[in-house]
């Protein structure tokens, strides 16, 4: 039908202004009455709008609502309704008057958000995939028609296959927003979905952490580097990863303390250190147990820690490898099933005693039964060193102490065997070791870096170890720091409040192991009988209920909210095809293009940083960080809260319109009844939360160690110091964070470890079967005739993926991926500083821009990691050589043994990154293959 | 298409700058910043393209005090059906607001390549200058083609407004920094762009009508208003 165009002349005069000229403003509120009655500005040249002062219309309170554990405080400035510039606030108290605090807090990152937010990359309007999956054709669509054609989908899935049939990823990006965390885990938890968890899945679950203490969150505020006397900064790059904070460690020491680095590579942290160590990639364990041979050939341990806080005077038997118990000794313990009970070699009466605080159950949610229970050891004097004859149920057995086996085990890795595996003389392991042990207290300072390891987990334990040899685990200014993060009481009240614990989580690690058939991947690299022994593994864990698995239904749906899963994992080339690609919908929440919308159906457009009310609790610092919504937000794109509102309110109302009731759904064995027609009204708890700032005050009022208040008056102040942060560590009952270590250490209450000490002998069949009931140093896997190691790092120009394609952070750098290399090693294949790099092996191929270092070993390469698949050749990242997503370890899959078994954001097996070698070559521009 | 040719010179302001001048103007600048306002978008324009587009071009070229070649928009608008009108505002969506690497085109001055630092700000101290003020759901565009035109217009219908020649003054000298500094910046890059890369001739025809009018204001514009 041809449109009519034809319309009267003195119709389009009055419409366009030729005749009548009204003033016709369709972008402004001005009114032609307004604008007449403005007397016109001097002007003469364009230089004359420079000299009207520039004012702000308002500043902001504000931060970047990122996973870099900065929670920076700014003040964002605003000019008609646009953001123009932010600036660092230093506003910061010190914890004490001893210590340097905590502020100015920023980085260049923050410093350039105000540019990057209105970049090309931001996504404005919903969007529709309009060609193939990929292809990158789009649609603009209405919000209206996005959330109802997705919740058209749910409901089908739900219906059809499940509601755990789709997917509902909440990234690292959300999960330091309490706000949009919350909200997503609510819509999630009542709609059903499978959450394949990111901790695990982008290896950052400090499994071997958790192993030993019971609880992987160890860290305190950054504060209590200062209070250290020596650090070894080891697995971490503070200088580049941490650059609001890294100042702690100069000015401790400036202050006296021995900053020790520890990397294969030669990092902007080691620069500034009093010493640099760099072992061979993944020999990090051999150089932690020659130390630790060291100071028991020293003896400069400290006995009375050990025999209190660890396990190691405990019992073992000679014959079986076990740990000696009741049940071997009684029968009626047999029957009560107290194989939990312990025991430890008393010098003062010559018997075995029960060692005290053990037989206890494990820890029911919410509830903590090892209150009344001490670690004192009253008149007992446990034995660390000896062997003895006990009467057993079976027999006369000899027994010995953990203790002794630490020292067999220790003497395997003398500091000259070290050195062989490590390349670190052994000199120099031995001068690191005394210097740690003569340090109290003494600290290790590490990232999630230990965690990408497949044997990342007995580093772990044996830097807790070295730790706990020197009594510093639990003091001030020691231990091991790695991660804390807050107690979730408060979130998950949000989440679960009306319905309760109704969804499914699952490590992503299992997840993408069982969609990606990555088992077929670790048989193609790495060999048929690993791949076939720890497959077994993996079953038998699943089919014992170790850990859950929610595959059988498969996997229909996914949503991707505040998460690029499309480029962080490892393998990512095969996850893409193999499972990601056959997803029949897919959808992507993002407030930016990555490869996770790119390859999505649907795209809604999310809010940024500074569109958004919300607030932020980071571990490190000890305040509440809010998120003030300075400008609206850009374009159709709304948060987190109101997206979710929407898709609830389409759910519920499609689900009327079309006549669909509620369904039954298994959840673990618990019938949940899910009622598409009530989502909104459950979403919106019956409509008395209207919008994300209604979250926030609800998580303010119930998030233990936030002070009350109101979120206008947290909004008003930008910053507010949290509850129990006197001091530099996060020892007090009243904090928001994890204390399990300093009530163990200082309140003596047991450890939520199967042996309620810090356990670093573990005899669970599979732990002894392959060796690993005590740290040890296990050689990283490798590809038969690829020798180039590579190591990744996050990177100082960009927070994962976010800002890694801001002009000015990639004019900072090289302009596009690099990846550095050894001279020696270019040299070998011809390579010149910045030609194009073909890296490859058995996974894939990819290519970066050649940056030769001598700051890189040989048989090493060295990459910063974030950059997303969209910049590269064939949108092929180094996920394409990472050949690891299916290498699942048995040891981390291990359950039926008091603490080790699904834990969610506690136990479960990382997705690793690490253990793979590839090769490189000149680049010729003809394709990757 | 039976049409006449368009007059290339105008019968209200020979060659001279008047109020009707700026009048005619104006209402060009408004039609204009309709046009390259997204049609998705009810905040920027709310419908892809006026019902009375031929006759508005034919007024322009009639009207416009220089050469103004309005008939190869009008050709193609006056034949479009209401299955082209939808899909003209899918292709503006495809062009300027959504792409796996951002959009295509940049239909924003501050994305535009080669822009300078602190483009923006310019334009926004232009706004404030002169007193124009945006509506709270497009502030975080007012370097959008769109509003830019619009500012133009909001100049050309102040200058109109004054019946005092020096106060009118201060409203030419804006239009012409404004306009040489900002949309002629980077529109003749966009458009030709747009020639390139547009699936539709609407577009195409659109944005090159847009260039050569912007070109010819401007040219006008500087041999009728002198600086003191």
């Given amino acids: 039908m041809k449109r009519s165009t034809t319309v009267s002349r003195r119709r389009f005069l009055k419409g366009s202004g030729l005749a009548g000229l009204g003033l016709m403003l369709r972008h402004s509120p001005l009114s032609a009455a307004e604008a007449l009655a403005e007397e016109p500005e001097p002007y003469r040249r364009f230089e004359d709008v420079y000299r009207n002062k520039w004012t702000w219309d308002r500043v902001a309170r504000g931060t970047h609502g990122t996973n870099c554990a900065g929670t920076c405080a700014f003040n964002v400035y605003i000019k008609g309704g646009v953001v123009w510039r932010e600036e660092q606030q230093a506003e910061y108290e010190p914890s004490g008057d001893d210590v340097p605090d905590y502020g100015p807090r920023g980085c260049q990152k923050g410093l350039r958000h105000s540019n990057w937010m209105y970049g090309k990359q931001r996504v404005l309007y919903p969007m529709k995939r309009a060609g193939e999956r990929g292809e990158g054709k789009w649609q603009r669509i209405t919000w209206e028609q996005a959330t109802d054609e997705i919740a058209d989908r749910i409901i089908d899935y739900s219906l059809e296959y499940g509601p755990d049939s789709i997917s509902f990823g909440s990234g690292t990006m959300m999960s330091v927003k309490l706000a949009s965390f919350s909200s997503l885990a609510r819509f999630a938890n009542i709609a059903g979905f499978t959450v394949p968890e990111f901790y695990s899945g982008v290896g950052d679950l400090p499994t071997g952490v958790y192993m030993t203490i019971g609880t992987a969150y160890t860290g305190d505020t950054m504060a209590a580097i200062y209070k250290s006397r020596c650090v070894l900064v080891w697995m971490a790059n503070p200088a580049v990863t941490r650059l609001p904070d890294a100042h702690f460690f100069w000015e401790a020491r400036y202050n006296g303390t021995q900053v020790i680095s520890i990397s294969p590579e030669f990092t902007p942290t080691a620069m500034h250190s009093s010493l640099w160590v760099n072992p061979k990639p993944g020999t990090d364990t051999a150089l932690a147990m020659g130390m630790i041979h060291t100071i028991l050939e020293d003896g400069t341990y400290e006995r009375d820690y050990l025999c209190e806080q660890t396990d190691l005077p405990f019992l073992v038997r000679a014959d079986t490898g076990e740990f000696l118990r009741e049940t071997d000794l009684s029968f009626v313990a047999t029957l009560a099933v107290r194989d939990n009970v312990f025991y430890i070699w008393d010098e003062a009466t010559g018997q075995p005693r029960r060692a005290p605080a053990t037989g206890l159950s494990d820890k029911p949610i919410g509830r903590d039964r090892r209150r009344f229970e001490t670690l004192e050891l009253g008149d007992l004097r446990p034995a660390l060193e000896g062997t003895w004859q006990v009467e057993t149920r079976g027999g006369t057995v000899e027994v010995t102490t953990v203790f002794e086996l630490l020292k067999r085990k220790a003497a395997e890795h003398s500091p000259e065997r070290a050195a062989e595996i490590t390349g670190v003389h052994p000199k120099v392991i031995r001068k690191v070791a005394r210097t740690f042990a003569a340090a109290r207290p003494a600290m290790i300072y590490t990232g999630y870096s230990a965690c990408k390891w497949i044997h990342g987990d007995l580093l772990q334990r044996a830097m807790l170890l070295l730790v706990a040899l020197t009594g510093s685990t639990g003091k001030e200014g020691g231990g091991l720091q790695i991660a804390n993060a807050p107690k979730t009481r408060g979130m998950m009240a949000f989440a679960f409040a009306d319905v309760g614990p109704a969804f499914r989580m699952v490590s992503s690690t299992t997840w993408d192991y069982e969609h990606g058939r990555m088992k077929e991947l670790t048989e193609k690299v790495y060999g048929k009988e690993l791949a076939e022994d720890w497959d077994a593994r993996y079953q038998e864990s699943i089919r014992e209920d170790y850990f859950p698995s929610y595959g059988d239904k498969g996997w229909k749906m996914g949503i991707f909210a505040g998460n690029n899963g499309a480029n962080w994992r490892a393998s990512g080339n095969r996850w893409r095809e193999v499972g990601f690609g056959k997803l029949e919908t897919i959808v992507a929440m993002v407030p930016d293009m990555g490869c996770t919308a790119h390859y999505a159906d649907y795209v809604l457009p999310i809010a940024h940083h500074y569109e958004r009310t919300d607030m932020m609790l980071q571990s490190r610092v000890p305040y509440v960080q809010v998120l003030d919504a300075a400008v609206l937000p850009l374009g159709e794109s709304v948060d987190d809260w109101t997206a979710m509102n929407r898709l609830a309110e389409a759910i519920s109302r499609r689900a009327r319109e079309r006549g669909i009731g509620a369904i039954r759904d298994d959840v673990d064995g618990r019938t949940v009844r899910r009622d598409f027609r009530s989502y909104h009204d459950l979403y919106t708890m019956d409509g008395s939360i209207e919008s994300a700032r209604d979250v926030v005050q609800y998580l303010i009022n119930v998030t233990p160690g936030v002070p009350k208040m109101s979120f206008e008056e947290l909004a008003a102040k930008g910053i507010v110091r949290v509850d129990d942060s006197d001091g530099t560590t996060w020892d007090g009952e009243h904090s928001p964070y994890h204390n399990e270590v300093a009530r163990s250490v200082v309140g003596k209450r047991p450890y939520e470890t199967l042996t309620g000490r810090q356990q670093y002998y573990i005899d669970h069949e599979w732990f002894l079967e392959y060796g690993e009931a005590l740290p040890t140093h296990l050689e990283p896997l490798a590809i038969e005739g690829f020798p180039i190691r590579f190591v990744m790092g996050h990177a100082r120009h960009g927070i994962h993926s976010m800002w890694r394609d801001d002009p000015l952070m990639l004019a900072l750098q090289r302009g596009e991926p690099d990846i550095y290399l050894n001279p020696d090693d270019a040299a070998a294949r011809g390579i010149a500083d910045g030609d194009p790099v073909r890296v490859f092996n058995p996974a894939g191929a990819f290519v970066a821009m050649a940056h030769v270092s001598a700051g890189i070993q040989p048989s090493m390469v060295f990459m910063y990691h974030g950059w997303d698949p969209m910049m590269f050749e064939g949108r092929e990242n180094f996920s394409a050589v990472i050949s690891t997503a299916g290498l699942i370890k048995p040891t981390s899959m291990a359950g039926d043994y008091g603490h080790l078994g699904h834990r969610v954001l506690q136990f479960a097996p990382n997705q690793t990154y690490r253990d793979f070698t590839c090769e490189l070559e000149k680049w010729d521009g003809n394709g990757l293959a | ?228």
């Fill in chain 2, 1 to 228: 298409m039976g049409r006449k040719r368009a007059r290339v010179k105008g019968d209200v302001a020979e060659g001279g700058r008047s109020r009707v001048s700026a009048r005619i103007r104006a209402a060009a600048y408004a039609l204009f910043s309709q046009l390259v306002a997204s049609p998705s978008d009810a905040a920027f324009a709310g419908a892809a393209l006026p019902p009375d587009l031929s006759e508005a071009l034919e007024q322009l070229g009639e009207h416009l005090p220089y050469p103004f070649d309005w008939l190869p928009l009008a050709g193609v608008a006056e034949a479009l059906t209401d299955r082209d009108l939808r899909r003209i505002v899918r292709a503006y969506g495809v062009l300027f607001e959504v792409g796996s690497d951002g959009p295509p085109l940049a239909i924003r001055e501050d994305l535009a390549e080669g822009r300078p630092a602190g483009t923006k700000e310019e334009i926004v101290r232009f706004y404030e200058h002169f007193g124009y003020r945006l509506s709270k759901d497009v502030q975080w565009a007012p370097d959008h083609l769109s509003v830019e035109l619009e500012f133009l217009h909001f100049l050309a219908f102040k200058e109109c407004r004054e019946k005092d020649p020096e106060k009118a003054q201060p409203f030419q000298l804006g239009q012409v920094d404004f306009l040489e500094r900002h949309p002629m910046a980077w529109m003749p890059d966009l458009a030709s762009r747009v020639g390139q890369l547009a699936g539709e001739v609407y577009h195409r025809r659109l944005f090159q009508t847009v260039d050569a009018f912007l070109r010819a204001d401007l040219d006008w514009q500087k041999t009728t208003v002198q600086r003191k």
